[in-house]
């Protein structure tokens, strides 16, 4: 016969193996861990606007719908559409 031996975490709603539960609350949810991931998706954000100031920002072109970095985006309208701004 079966034990049920998970909890649900009740921060991120994980389903957890009851004596990994303590772990992951030390692990993900512990102040320095929250800290962490913060401070992780800072830096992603950070290097999204990078990007984007840099033009390689993936843009989808209006006319043909194909995916093209921002930089490029003058480029191939005059190219291949013809498009003068
Ligand atoms: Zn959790
Ligand atoms: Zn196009």
Redesign the pocket.
């Known amino acids: 016969m079966e034990i049920e031996t998970h909890k649900v ?1 009740p ?4 389903k ?1 193996l009851a004596d990994r539960y303590d772990q ?2 030390e692990k ?2 512990s102040p320095e861990a929250e800290l962490k991931k913060l401070l992780i998706q800072q830096e992603i954000e950070d290097m999204r606007k990078q990007r984007a100031i840099e033009g390689e920002e993936v843009v989808r072109c209006e006319i043909c719908h194909i995916e093209i970095k921002r930089k490029n985006l003058n480029k191939h309208n005059y190219n291949v559409h013809k498009k003068k701004k």
């Open positions: 975490c921060i991120c709603g994980c957890l992951h609350m993900q949810h």
